[in-house]
DNA sequence: CCTCCACAGGAAGCGCAGGAGT
DNA sequence: ACTCCTGCGCTTCCTGTGGAGG
């Protein structure tokens, strides 16, 4: 099994490596083969994910629509507060940010008091880095920490009536905010303009979550969502044009061909007219033909791009997690490769203190565990099916979702944990014989 | 029909970090 | 120096629960 993952490192490696190894100077053959080789990006930028290209196929509507809606600031009164819905990929952040960016333009122009300000809610965070941003858009300085919520709230509403500001702000994310701190904080932000004329905040939320609307206490619901705007995914054939449109600024003429821009938007179609997907999949693939050292973008490339990529959310998911997390995971790998089907949360929890007390760390209660466990489900390293066992209980059943090689190599990268984990599987190799 | 297992998962609160204001 | 603020990771305590077996 050890030789296997092995085996998997060097050809995932082998990948990159050049066809033919020179001997001498290491770099001097780099420098020579990266000079000499056949090029294909044309400007890297453009397949960038935060990349805000200058045409938006087939949103046209949407960028109208939202235009119709902010359109009064440029004559001095407050927009409607609008509520955008839609999958991820589907454009809604690249239509805000394009028609922030045409708005901000004629503003400057023009020397009118608007801002508009985009904010990533899960990036943010908190609510208080999130007031903290909004004060930020608008000039008002404001530590980052050591202030009450209320304080910097005060703030921002001196700020905007003494500057006589008009706040657009777009509320990416929105979801993922009002999930762990509830909807107060909109809340009050939609009762802020109180008192201002001209001056004040108007909300853009966006959410990709079509059941958001849920969570919301009616009044924020109502008066957030003055406007609505729904995307809906892309399909194959609008793909082919945004990928089409994206390749011809990116790539060399003629280094990736119609058939590979198609290929990538059917899978990326295939799994929700994502965009973001289909962009991505393209620049991997071409990133593989480059180091690869080859003339164009072939099929192979994108099929090779499509492991990358999904070893690559692997990798990034699990090596960030916390020392905890990992442990569980470790349990979880050595019960299965000690052959028990899929465990229960008792038999894992057991599992995992006894790995704590070999590398002397204090385990965490059985309520925390499950709380780390609930966490890895939701990031979809692990199913956790609640099922009902009579007399013997009512408990969760545990299975890895992710491969669990691609877990053990994870896991393997730390250095603690692989030892640990060969000294347990030693263990039970003899207690087996 | 009732009991009771083996937990799930909510609520509250604690201690700490990292700051601001006085 | 002291008080007060929030976020975070965690514990403690608690109530809830579906169905096998008596």
Same mark, same amino acid.
């Given at each position: 099994?050890?030789?296997?993952?092995?085996?998997?490192?060097?050809?995932? #490696?082998?990948?990159?490596?050049? +066809?033919?190894?020179?001997?001498?100077?290491?770099?001097?053959?780099?420098?020579? &083969?990266?000079?000499?080789?056949?090029?294909?990006?044309?400007?890297?930028?453009?397949? @960038?994910?935060?990349?805000?290209?200058?045409? /938006?196929?087939?949103?046209?509507?949407?960028?109208?629509?939202?235009?119709?809606?902010?359109?009064?600031?440029?004559?001095?009164?407050?927009?409607?507060?609008?509520? *955008?819905?839609?999958?991820?990929?589907?454009?809604?952040?690249?239509?805000?940010?394009?028609?922030? #960016?045409?708005?901000?333009?004629?503003?400057? #122009?023009? +020397?009118?008091?608007?801002?508009?300000?985009?904010?990533? =809610?899960?990036?943010?965070?908190?609510?208080?880095?999130?007031?903290?941003?909004?004060?930020?858009?608008?000039?008002?300085?404001?530590?980052?920490?050591?202030?009450?919520?209320?304080?910097?709230?005060?703030?921002?509403? @001196?700020?905007?009536?003494?500057?006589?500001?008009?706040?657009?702000? =777009?509320?990416?994310?929105?979801?993922?905010?009002?999930?762990?701190?509830?909807?107060?904080?909109?809340?009050?932000?939609? @009762?802020?303009?109180?008192?201002?004329?001209?001056?004040?905040?108007?909300?853009?939320?966006?959410?990709?979550?079509?059941?958001?609307?849920?969570?919301?206490?009616?009044?924020? /619901?109502?008066?957030?969502?003055?406007?609505?705007? %729904?995307?809906?995914?892309?399909?194959?054939?609008?793909?082919?044009?945004?990928?089409?449109?994206?390749?011809?600024?990116?790539? !060399?003429?003629?280094?990736?061909?119609?058939?590979? *821009?198609?290929? =990538?938007?059917?899978?990326?179609?295939?799994?929700?007219?994502?965009?973001?997907?289909?962009?991505?999949?393209?620049?991997?693939?071409?990133?593989?033909?480059?180091?690869?050292?080859?003339?164009?973008?072939?099929?192979?490339?994108? &099929?090779?791009?499509?492991?990358?990529?999904?070893?690559? @959310?692997?990798?990034?998911?699990?090596?960030?997690?916390?020392?905890?997390?990992?442990? $569980?995971?470790?349990?979880?790998?050595?019960? +299965?490769?000690?052959?028990?089907?899929?465990? $229960?949360?008792?038999?894992?929890?057991?599992? !995992?203190?006894?790995? =704590?007390?070999?590398?002397?760390?204090?385990?965490?209660?059985? &309520?925390?565990?499950?709380?780390?466990?609930?966490? /890895?489900?939701?990031?979809? %390293?692990?199913?956790?099916?609640?099922?009902?066992?009579?007399?013997?209980?009512?408990?969760? +059943? *545990?299975?890895?979702?992710?491969?669990?090689?691609?877990?053990?190599?994870?896991?393997?990268?730390?250095?603690?944990?692989?030892?640990?984990?060969?000294?347990?599987? #030693?263990?039970?190799?003899?207690?087996?014989?």
């Amino acid at each position: 099994m050890n030789n296997r993952i092995h085996r998997d490192l060097q050809s995932s #490696k082998g990948l990159f490596q050049w +066809k033919e190894s020179g001997a001498g100077d290491p770099l001097e053959e780099v420098f020579k &083969r990266a000079l000499s080789r056949p090029k294909i990006f044309k400007n890297r930028e453009v397949m @960038r994910s935060d990349y805000v290209p200058e045409k /938006l196929p087939h949103r046209d509507e949407h960028i109208r629509s939202l235009g119709e809606i902010l359109s009064p600031t440029l004559r001095g009164s407050r927009p409607s507060n609008v509520f *955008i819905y839609g999958k991820t990929g589907t454009g809604k952040t690249a239509v805000v940010k394009y028609v922030f #960016k045409r708005f901000g333009e004629i503003t400057s #122009k023009e +020397k009118l008091p608007l801002k508009f300000e985009y904010i990533n =809610c899960r990036i943010a965070g908190t609510e208080y880095r999130v007031l903290t941003e909004l004060c930020g858009a608008i000039g008002v300085k404001v530590p980052f920490t050591g202030l009450s919520k209320a304080e910097v709230f005060n703030r921002l509403r @001196r700020g905007l009536s003494e500057k006589g500001y008009l706040l657009v702000a =777009c509320f990416d994310e929105i979801d993922a905010l009002v999930k762990n701190y509830g909807d107060n904080l909109l809340y009050e932000l939609t @009762r802020i303009n109180e008192g201002f004329n001209g001056s004040g905040l108007s909300i853009i939320g966006v959410s990709n979550d079509l059941h958001f609307k849920d969570y919301l206490d009616p009044r924020v /619901l109502s008066s957030l969502s003055e406007e609505e705007l %729904v995307f809906h995914p892309y399909t194959a054939i609008e793909l082919i044009d945004i990928l089409s449109e994206r390749a011809s600024e990116a790539f !060399y003429e003629g280094a990736v061909p119609q058939e590979v *821009i198609n290929l =990538c938007a059917a899978l990326a179609a295939a799994e929700h007219g994502d965009a973001r997907r289909a962009i991505d999949l393209l620049r991997v693939a071409a990133e593989v033909a480059e180091r690869n050292g080859d003339e164009k973008v072939e099929e192979k490339h994108v &099929r090779l791009a499509q492991n990358i990529i999904e070893r690559g @959310r692997v990798f990034e998911a699990l090596s960030t997690l916390p020392l905890h997390s990992k442990l $569980i995971l470790t349990s979880l790998i050595l019960l +299965k490769r000690g052959g028990v089907g899929d465990p $229960i949360s008792g038999t894992v929890y057991q599992a !995992y203190r006894e790995l =704590c007390g070999l590398i002397g760390v204090e385990p965490l209660t059985n &309520r925390r565990v499950s709380s780390l466990i609930s966490e /890895l489900d939701m990031l979809g %390293v692990l199913k956790s099916d609640l099922v009902n066992r009579g007399r013997y209980g009512r408990t969760r +059943k *545990i299975s890895l979702l992710t491969p669990i090689d691609e877990v053990e190599e994870v896991i393997r990268s730390d250095e603690l944990l692989s030892t640990l984990l060969n000294h347990k599987l #030693k263990i039970d190799l003899k207690r087996n014989r």
